[in-house]
């Protein structure tokens, strides 16, 4: 006779806000939406969320990939190119008209508003310290607001020790929208008692969705005996959500990006699990990790909600007269 082996119990505090924002939902609705007017190919100027999933999934679509304009054929001078939500410098919507290209700028709305806040800095004669991480597709973005010079980007405190103004009385700082609030807060401490008249930006930087996902899993994560957070190492804000983990108090914390990932071997005999998910990663996923939980554990999922969000951010008029069901976007959000 078989005899079952009763599976250990597990609860997993699942985070509500978690997983994408509305200027992720917006890219990819833009993407999905001009492939369904104009047909395949759809340029893309760089991942357009960092996440390999959503990337893929488009790709099945028809979308088409490129880091650069100059990667366009001749013969698909036609085709739209979609630029990521992380925003882009001038430069490239520039270059895309000298090249008659037609594009379509899926930046999302609470980035270019960290570019007029830095705008209007250097409007108002300041220079702009920027908050945020060398490389990032963001930081590069809004450095590429400003003329040449015009803005220094500010990793850490060690870097506000080591800047030193033409004139500390004409300084704005802004910050990229997906940081920690804990260390950006550090930082702008010690930027504020080195220079007390620097201006700040007009509204907030880091973006509600940053902020709500992190008061998730702070809320979350004491007591937790793993913490996994879905999303890709090169999405900042998943990475500061491992981040924010740890510090809250989960015993480990890690970044998967599939369930694939999970190192069961390594977990050990958890009985809680934190399970959120970065602003770029698909629902989907996150159903794949607690199915994945389901087959090795009894499972209870209780959910942590810390937030309502209703933001939803609209597509670009030339877009709105095509019709986006919920089978389009079944391919992140699992239903359809
Ligand atoms: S994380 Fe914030 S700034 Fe970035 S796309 Fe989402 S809503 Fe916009």
């Known amino acids: 006779m078989l005899q079952m082996i009763a599976k250990p119990p597990l609860t997993i505090r699942l985070c509500q806000p978690r997983g994408f924002c509305a200027g992720v939902d917006r890219a990819i609705q833009i993407v999905v939406l001009a492939l369904k007017k104009y047909g395949a190919p759809v340029y893309v100027r760089h991942e357009i969320v960092h996440n390999r999933y959503v990337v893929e999934g488009l790709q099945n679509l028809g979308a088409v990939f490129i880091e650069e304009l100059s990667e366009i054929p001749d013969e698909h001078?036609?085709?739209?190119?979609?630029?990521?939500?992380?925003?882009?410098?001038?430069?490239?919507?520039?270059?895309?008209?000298?090249?008659?290209?037609?594009?379509?700028?899926?930046?999302?709305?609470?980035?270019?508003?960290?570019?007029?806040?830095a705008m209007r800095h250097q409007r108002k004669g300041r220079h702009v310290l920027l908050i945020g991480h060398?490389?990032?597709?963001?930081?590069?973005?809004?450095?590429?607001?400003?003329?040449?010079?015009?803005?220094?980007?500010?990793?850490?405190?060690?870097?506000?020790?080591?800047?030193?103004?033409?004139?500390?009385?004409a300084l704005g700082f802004v910050t990229q929208t997906t940081l920690s609030v804990e260390d950006t807060a550090g930082i702008l401490k010690a930027l504020q008692e080195k220079f007390p008249a620097m201006e700040a930006p007009a509204a907030e930087s880091i973006c509600y969705a940053t902020t709500n996902r992190q008061d998730a899993?702070?809320?979350?994560?004491?007591?937790?005996?793993?913490?996994?957070?879905?999303?890709?190492p090169n999405s900042s804000n998943s990475r500061r959500l491992v981040e924010v983990a740890e510090r809250a108090g989960a015993k480990m914390s890690l970044l998967v990006q599939?369930?694939?990932?999970?190192?069961?071997?390594?977990?050990?005999?958890?009985?809680?699990?934190g399970l959120s998910a970065g602003a770029s990663a698909p629902e989907i996923i996150v159903d794949e990790i607690i199915n994945a939980f389901r087959e090795r554990f009894e499972?209870?999922?209780?959910?942590?909600?810390?937030?309502?969000?209703?933001?939803?951010?609209?597509?670009?008029?030339?877009?709105?007269?095509?019709?986006?069901?919920?089978?389009?976007?079944?391919?992140?959000?699992g239903n359809g």
């Open 77 to 117: 001078r036609d085709a739209p190119v979609v630029f990521s939500a992380h925003g882009v410098p001038k430069s490239v919507p520039a270059d895309a008209v000298a090249r008659n290209l037609f594009y379509l700028d899926a930046t999302c709305p609470l980035v270019s508003k960290v570019h007029k806040q």
């Open 134 to 169: 060398a490389g990032h597709p963001e930081v590069i973005g809004t450095m590429g607001q400003l003329d040449e010079g015009a803005v220094t980007l500010i990793e850490t405190e060690a870097d506000v020790r080591n800047f030193t103004p033409v004139d500390p009385a």
């Open 217 to 232: 899993v702070k809320e979350t994560a004491p007591g937790s005996d793993l913490y996994l957070v879905v999303g890709a």
């Open 258 to 273: 599939r369930a694939s990932e999970i190192p069961w071997n390594d977990i050990g005999g958890i009985a809680t699990l």
């Open 299 to 333: 499972v209870n999922v209780e959910l942590a909600i810390t937030a309502t969000e209703t933001e939803e951010f609209p597509v670009m008029r030339v877009l709105r007269d095509v019709e986006l069901t919920p089978a389009d976007m079944a391919f992140v959000n």
